[in-house]
């Protein structure tokens, strides 16, 4: 099966976190301009087809990741000086889950029904 990111399809990620009542308007304003670095580290990371949407105090994240070694990218992505720069504004405005597995910050979720 021929893709668009290669021969096999992207794996598919979902994660859930809060976000901080009284700083959501910022949340939603600093995603309005997410910095040129940050958006390239994400594309040099195989991260895809990646939104953010909200809920009732609810952050869910949706991407697709095209690369062989995800744990390898992610640990170039958290190296990242531009990325870590806007982890360190973002991170304050949010609450991750208590249930999160040990290193995760956004909570992943189980996919259990996928239909293209």
Do not use: C
């Not at 096999?8 to 959501?24: G, N, Q, W």
């Not at 062989?68 to 870590?84: H, N, Y």
């Amino acid at each position: 099966m021929k893709t668009l990111f290669g021969s096999k399809p992207p794996r598919r990620f979902a994660m859930i976190l809060r976000v901080r009542p009284e700083r959501f308007e910022e949340y939603k304003r600093q995603h309005q301009a997410v910095w040129p670095g940050v958006l390239a580290r994400i594309s040099a990371s195989k991260m895809h087809n990646y939104s953010i949407f909200h809920r009732d105090g609810w952050l869910f994240s949706y991407f697709e990741y095209s690369g062989d070694d995800f744990e390898a990218d992610m640990k170039l992505m958290a190296a990242d000086v531009e990325m870590r720069r806007w982890w360190s504004i973002m991170e304050p405005m949010q609450i991750p889950l208590a249930s999160r597995e040990p290193g995760e910050w956004w909570a992943r979720m189980e996919e259990i029904f996928h239909h293209d």
